[in-house]
């Protein structure tokens, strides 16, 4: 009798658990929670990652010309070592330890105006403390490191030209320490200076609208960079690669030097020899000597003991190159450099002597030109007229070819990305909302980035919303999608959704039906999108707009379309069914406007503007991010780069490395 009595005070315990829980679905998970529930965190702390910003601009224009392009980028001085081993022009084997860079990756904002002041709005990671802007003039490159205070950061630079040749002269360099000039008309080669501290160099490139060459003493341990002013003849030290090796170039497209040794190539600032990006790459043969060069497209061809390659930038700081050259070749080209006629020159050293050579870039093919006296270790091209910026507006949009970016389109010139042209951002969610969760933010993973393409008026015509789901946690069917803060009239169309459970529906512009905002639902089923590489969303609008506003992301818990969650205190849709609020460990409060707040004041969804290494089942984010405890308490204060991959920083005992 004793035992029926306790069966059956069970059973009514759990039909009681059941009424009360509206949702099956709904599962209370206290494991773990030993470190989050102990935190004490702001009430009005929303768990931000990101800020948005006002940058000024200002500066006088040094040509003639009406327009100037700017290009912005993050900036961070954190680098990485690695340490590599390679042949130098010599034939020596030098190990060295190199700076990994990123910056030129995180690109996030273009802006061509005629406007000599002007302000750009954007979004940037909240512990981004400085921009790296640079000013392009009609080829005239300047650029700065701008500090961001709070919100708002300031660009004004101002440069200055010089006057022209009148002639193709190849300037060149070499391991005995002489500097170079080479009349390929006359056949004449002048030795017209020393490197600086008694040093020769295998490097040499020129930036022919301010008529400075660069070049990399073999001065080890510094390996300096050094600029000569062609017009004045005069050397500065601008500083200190901390690495040799024999390849170098100027990309006149972004104002930038290119150094590379070995399979890595680095974008150089010109005026302080700080490594703004680095790449790996992929399909040299022979990672061993050569020289690189950039063609009038910006296109980048580099040779090594192996022949001559093309290049092809990729995602992920990678490099492809396509071998071209001919078998046949007399010796391996160790310089390259382009004419005003786009001809590809290279030369070589053969005992004693230099040999220059003229090659098709296409199809490897070459021919002998002239033989010199002196070695030649890396050349580069003063053009006869390097004010010579054509003027081709294709499509129109008075936009020159030059700067736009998109230079077929009249309805297209730049852009702006959030977080960078490359870089993703990430949501992640908790889908036992409204009960409390484990905190591992693992059961939906979304990488997402943010493309608005703007036209000539810097105007945007089209939003481009790429997504990629890292990880599906549990086994609920969750959908995610996304308010946007404008008037649903602005919007003429949204494609590239992928619905397929009949849970949603929407209106002829692909918007979600019954909504007070444009509502954008990318998927009502994660498992049926888990494999896709890329979901691209694009919307276009009516007519071009000024500015995107707020997006508010969101998931939809198990195939129920009221049982929305949205990160920490922003507001649902209208969609939402609302009597969840305040129920379980929800803390929301309609009426002051406060939503998704849980006990201690924990989200239920994170926006991380980075990638994110998401932790393992059943571990707290604040386990595998030990800085995530003292980002949250100092509301958002201190360690606002908890998620970054930096010494400490990160426990992989707790995360998922996939």
Not at 263 to 269: F, P, Q, S, T
Not at 419 to 448: C, H, I, M, Q, R
Request: one cysteine or more.
């Amino acid at each position: 009798m004793r035992k029926n009595v306790m069966f059956l005070a069970l059973v009514l315990t759990l039909f009681s658990l059941e009424g009360c829980l509206d949702s099956p679905n709904i599962v209370e998970e206290e494991e773990n929670l030993d470190v989050m529930s102990k935190m004490d965190i702001p009430f009005d702390f929303n768990f931000e990652t990101a800020k948005d910003i006002v940058v000024s601009f200002s500066g006088t224009k040094q040509t003639n010309s009406n327009l100037v392009k700017y290009t912005v980028y993050l900036y961070d001085e954190d680098y990485t070592d690695s340490e590599v081993t390679y042949t130098d022009e010599a034939g020596e084997e030098v190990t060295a330890t190199l700076q990994i860079a990123n910056a030129l990756n995180n690109k996030i904002a273009t802006v061509i105006t005629d406007e000599s002041s002007f302000e750009k709005n954007i979004t940037i990671p909240a512990y981004c403390n400085s921009l790296y802007i640079v000013k392009n003039d009609m080829g005239i490159f300047s650029s700065s490191i701008v500090e961001v205070n709070g919100t708002t950061a300031k660009f004004a630079k101002h440069t200055t030209k010089s006057t022209g040749e009148t002639v193709d002269i190849f300037y060149g360099t070499n391991g005995s320490g002489d500097l170079f000039t080479i009349n390929e008309t006359t056949n004449e080669l002048t030795v017209i200076s020393s490197l600086p501290d008694n040093t020769g160099s295998y490097t040499c490139a020129i930036d022919p609208v301010s008529r400075k060459l660069y070049t990399i003493g073999n001065n080890y341990p510094n390996y300096s960079l050094y600029c000569y002013d062609i017009d004045a003849g005069t050397w500065e030290t601008k500083g200190y690669v901390r690495s040799g090796g024999p390849r170098l170039g100027y990309n006149r497209n972004d104002g930038l030097l290119y150094f590379s040794t070995s399979k890595y190539v680095y974008a150089l600032n010109p005026s302080n020899a700080e490594k703004l990006a680095t790449y790996v790459i992929r399909g040299l043969e022979s990672t061993s000597g050569g020289d690189l060069t950039f063609d009038k497209d910006g296109v980048m061809y580099i040779s090594s003991t192996t022949g001559l390659y093309r290049c092809d930038f990729n995602e992920g700081n990678t490099i492809d190159a396509t071998w071209i050259s001919s078998e046949s070749l007399p010796n391996y080209p160790n310089s390259l450099t382009f004419d005003s006629n786009d001809e590809l020159w290279w030369a070589t050293a053969i005992g004693n002597e230099g040999l220059n050579f003229i090659m098709d870039k296409v199809t490897g093919g070459w021919e002998a030109r002239s033989t010199y006296s002196t070695l030649i270790h890396d050349l580069a091209t003063l053009p006869y007229d390097e004010d010579s910026i054509e003027d081709l507006d294709t499509d129109g949009d008075g936009i020159i070819d030059f700067y736009d970016e998109f230079p077929e389109d009249a309805d297209k010139a730049t852009t702006t990305y959030t977080p960078s042209v490359y870089g993703w951002g990430t949501y992640a969610f908790e889908d036992l909302w409204p009960a409390k969760g484990d905190y591992d933010f693992n059961d939906l993973v979304l990488n997402y980035r943010y493309t608005n393409v703007e036209n000539a008026d810097g105007k945007i015509v089209e939003t481009i919303a790429n997504f990629v789901i890292k990880n599906i946690g549990g086994s609920f069917v969750n959908g995610f999608g996304i308010q946007l803060n404008m008037d649903e009239s602005l919007i003429k169309e949204v494609t590239g959704y992928n619905l397929t459970e009949n849970i949603v529906n929407v209106n002829s512009k692909g918007l979600e039906m019954e909504q007070s905002f444009p509502v954008i639902i990318a998927f009502d089923n994660a498992w049926a999108n888990k494999n896709e590489s890329d979901l691209e969303i694009v919307i276009t609008y009516n007519e071009p707009i000024d500015v995107l506003g707020n997006i508010n992301p969101f998931i939809f818990i198990n195939k129920d379309r009221g049982r929305e969650l949205h990160c920490s205190n922003m507001a649902p849709t209208d969609l939402m069914d609302q009597s969840r609020f305040g129920t379980y460990d929800d803390n929301s409060d309609v009426e002051k406007g406060v939503y998704y707040k849980g006990s201690y004041n924990l989200p239920w969804g994170i926006d991380i503007i980075h990638d994110f290494a998401y932790p393992k089942e059943k571990s707290e984010v604040v386990l595998g991010y030990p800085y995530f405890k003292n980002w949250a308490e100092s509301g958002g204060s201190e360690y606002d780069d908890w998620y970054k991959e930096k010494s400490g920083y990160r426990d992989y005992n707790y995360l998922e490395t996939n």
